[in-house]
């Protein structure tokens, strides 16, 4: 689930690791697509063959060694789904953040969702 992935990711950059491994699955590899389009990673990439392929991830920092992702906030849960439509979705942290949405056309930022006028699940916000 997406949710271990940001969490390894969130603890990789706390122990300035430079990369991470997690295990595949389809919607692991379109939320950290969506974070290395919006520049909170380094690179993504799948490697191996599919019993044992896995995602690896490139951790980025900033010149001084901070991590690129400060925060991590999940919005829906197993329990309790949130949904919304393309005028609800708001600019997280003022614009210096971004919320990732389930649509029906696949994971993507919230921004690119409003763009193509798109609602759906929730996920998360990250800044």
Known sequence: MYTNLLTQIKNAQQA??????????????????????????????????????IIEVKLKYAEDGRGAINGVKFLSTPSRRLFGGYRDFKKVKQGYGIAVVSTPKGIMASHEARKQKLGGQLLFEIW
């Not at 991470?20 to 690179?43: R, T, W």
């Open 16 to 53: 300035k690791k430079a990369l991470i491994k997690v295990p595949y699955s389809e919607m692991d590899f379109a939320v950290a697509e969506v974070l290395g389009k919006s520049k909170y990673v380094e690179s993504v990439a799948k490697k191996g063959r599919l019993p044992k392929r």
